[in-house]
């Protein structure tokens, strides 16, 4: 019997999480759940501001809001004024919208400047214990910090600015470890697409995530963030990593962290932030590190990944919609069953986005291209995620080494990840990119994209080709 009654009152950290912030259970329906953190983007604002202007309404907690335009800026000259008409009446009324409700605005150029969902972890906003959300579905990011951290839609944006609650089903809870220890050229970025190719993109639908495991515990608060911001891309709600000595290593002492006594009190707090023994989840899956190598997609979703010394996978097996589906992806790309990853053409590379456009990116990605060239037939595209990820690439001197290679750093911004502003893919062409989605046309109309780390990006940036990082390490 006390087993039992142990296993009952065992939670999961999500549960911790989630279950503090319910303000009201509607019966038979959603949770009623407030928002500690509400970021916002210049391409799902507008709207919703629109809607509280027609109610009459003021944003209710202007200081729980952080804004900032990343999707529809330019990465190259953005003291000048935005060439396209649309996108620049977004940043002027996202900077209007603000400016009038008193919510904290960084501008292009700013400090504060960047994709919004690496500015917030950089100056302490985000924090273990959290609930956060934002227009836009990679919010998962910040769940690295032990957070709940989910994308919403434009009416809920509206919902969480007047009243600083959102109405959400609980989602079910899944447990994905990965144990041992990655090889070289692995990255975190691999683990995320290793996943996604075994649950599929839709394998995730209707849970949230929590991630575990000796290889998960061993990543850098970076490599979290990215393992946590493709969540979404396996169908899940969201993504998180329960915090520990790294997680509070890289909050400690940034903006918005707690200071002097206030600090030791949410310290002790967050290391409370953990999985009960015996705690439920609706579903689990376990790997090993051991069988993850970098990683390539070959289709049109990111569950089209394989191992970059792989073939793409037969339709032997494949019935109905299953193989034309199938098809139709390898048609769009050019590719064949059967085909050798390794060889095949590129012509652009893309290093940024919120997935990989922090500073350690960029530090694996010169470090790989130190004392090598740019393939001529290469056209590559390097972008910072905020602008104090750009500093911090002129600070340590790596601006230099990816010039020497015949690389030129970009501005911060969501650039080519998709096709919102003026970096995109032209029709035909491949792309080996670190962003997060490689939908039809998702980089360009026509445009190809293989995802892959930074390492592989490199790889392929100096080869000309699709190309085994560790070959070149």
């Given at each position: 019997?006390?087993?039992?009654?142990?296993?009952?009152?065992?939670?999961?950290?999500?549960?911790?999480?989630?279950?503090?912030?319910?303000?009201?259970?509607?019966?038979?329906?959603?949770?009623?759940?407030?928002?500690?953190?509400?970021?916002?983007?210049?391409?799902?604002?507008?709207?919703?501001?629109?809607?509280?202007?027609?109610?009459?309404?003021?944003?209710?907690?202007p200081?729980?809001?952080?804004?900032?335009?990343?999707?529809?800026?330019?990465?190259?000259?953005?003291?000048?004024?935005?060439?396209?008409?649309?996108?620049?009446?977004?940043?002027?009324?996202?900077?209007?919208?603000c400016?009038?409700?008193?919510i904290?605005?960084?501008?292009?150029?700013?400090?504060?400047?960047?994709?919004?969902?690496?500015?917030?972890?950089?100056?302490?906003?985000?924090?273990?214990?959290?609930?956060?959300?934002?227009?836009?579905?990679?919010?998962?990011?910040?769940?690295?910090?032990?957070?709940?951290?989910?994308?919403?839609?434009?009416?809920e944006?509206?919902?969480?600015?007047?009243?600083?609650?959102?109405?959400?089903?609980?989602?079910?809870?899944?447990?994905?470890?990965?144990?041992?220890?990655?090889?070289?050229?692995?990255?975190?970025?691999?683990?995320?697409?290793?996943?996604?190719?075994?649950?599929?993109?839709?394998?995730?639908?209707?849970?949230?995530?929590?991630?575990?495991?000796?290889?998960?515990?061993?990543?850098?608060?970076?490599?979290?963030?990215?393992?946590?911001?493709?969540?979404?891309?396996?169908?899940?709600?969201?993504?998180?990593?329960?915090?520990?000595?790294t997680?509070?290593?890289?909050?400690?002492?940034?903006?918005?962290?707690?200071?002097?006594?206030?600090?030791?009190?949410?310290?002790?707090?967050?290391?409370?932030?953990?999985?009960?023994?015996?705690?439920v989840?609706?579903?689990?899956?376990?790997?090993?590190?051991?069988?993850?190598?970098?990683?390539?997609?070959?289709?049109?979703?990111?569950?089209?990944?394989?191992?970059?010394?792989?073939?793409?996978?037969t339709?032997?097996?494949?019935?109905?919609t299953?193989?034309?589906?199938?098809?139709?992806?390898?048609?769009?790309?050019?590719?064949?069953?059967?085909?050798?990853?390794?060889?095949?053409q590129?012509?652009?590379?893309?290093?940024?986005?919120?997935?990989?456009?922090?500073?350690?990116?960029?530090?694996?990605?010169?470090?790989f291209?130190?004392?090598?060239?740019?393939?001529?037939?290469?056209?590559?595209?390097?972008?910072?995620?905020?602008?104090?990820?750009?500093?911090?690439?002129?600070?340590?001197?790596?601006?230099?080494?990816?010039?020497?290679?015949?690389?030129?750093?970009?501005?911060?911004?969501?650039?080519?990840?998709?096709?919102?502003?003026?970096?995109?893919?032209?029709?035909?062409?491949?792309?080996?990119?670190?962003?997060?989605?490689?939908?039809?046309?998702?980089?360009?109309?026509?445009?190809?994209?293989?995802?892959?780390?930074?390492?592989?990006?490199?790889?392929?940036?100096?080869?000309?080709?699709?190309?085994?990082?560790?070959?070149?390490?």
């Open positions: 019997m006390k087993e039992w009654i142990d296993i009952m009152e065992a939670k999961t950290l999500f549960d911790k999480i989630w279950d503090a912030h319910v303000v009201q259970q509607v019966e038979g329906g959603p949770n009623v759940l407030y928002i500690d953190r509400h970021l916002i983007h210049e391409v799902t604002s507008p709207v919703a501001f629109l809607g509280l202007k027609t109610r009459g309404l003021k944003v209710f907690r200081d729980k809001t952080t804004a900032t335009p990343d999707h529809n800026v330019p990465t190259l000259d953005q003291h000048l004024s935005i060439k396209d008409e649309l996108s620049r009446n977004q940043v002027e009324m996202l900077k209007k919208n400016a009038e409700h008193g904290v605005y960084h501008d292009l150029q700013s400090e504060g400047h960047g994709i919004v969902h690496i500015i917030g972890p950089e100056m302490g906003l985000t924090q273990p214990g959290m609930t956060i959300v934002c227009g836009d579905s990679h919010t998962s990011t910040h769940g690295a910090f032990g957070a709940i951290a989910f994308g919403i839609g434009t009416s944006v509206e919902m969480v600015l007047a009243s600083q609650c959102i109405m959400q089903p609980k989602p079910k809870k899944m447990r994905i470890t990965v144990n041992g220890e990655l090889g070289k050229g692995v990255t975190a970025k691999d683990i995320a697409l290793y996943i996604i190719s075994k649950i599929s993109t839709s394998g995730g639908t209707g849970h949230f995530i929590e991630y575990s495991g000796s290889a998960i515990k061993n990543l850098s608060m970076e490599g979290r963030m990215t393992l946590c911001n493709l969540s979404i891309e396996s169908g899940a709600r969201g993504g998180m990593i329960a915090p520990d000595e997680t509070f290593n890289y909050v400690k002492g940034r903006q918005f962290a707690p200071k002097g006594e206030e600090w030791e009190a949410a310290l002790a707090k967050w290391k409370e932030l953990k999985t009960d023994e015996g705690a989840f609706d579903t689990e899956y376990i790997y090993d590190a051991a069988d993850i190598e970098p990683m390539i997609t070959y289709g049109t979703n990111p569950g089209m990944g394989i191992g970059v010394t792989h073939q793409i996978p339709t032997e097996g494949m019935q109905g299953d193989k034309s589906t199938y098809l139709k992806s390898l048609q769009y790309m050019g590719y064949h069953e059967g085909d050798a990853m390794k060889g095949k590129v012509d652009y590379v893309f290093l940024g986005s919120c997935t990989n456009g922090r500073i350690e990116d960029f530090r694996a990605f010169a470090q291209v130190k004392g090598k060239k740019k393939a001529p037939n290469v056209d590559a595209w390097l972008v910072p995620g905020s602008k104090r990820v750009e500093s911090q690439i002129r600070e340590e001197g790596l601006v230099e080494i990816l010039e020497e290679a015949g690389f030129v750093l970009r501005q911060p911004g969501c650039s080519a990840c998709l096709a919102m502003n003026e970096d995109k893919i032209p029709e035909g062409k491949y792309a080996v990119s670190t962003t997060n989605r490689n939908f039809e046309g998702r980089q360009g109309p026509g445009s190809r994209t293989m995802l892959a780390s930074p390492l592989t990006a490199a790889a392929a940036a100096v080869s000309g080709v699709v190309t085994d990082p560790r070959e070149l390490m």
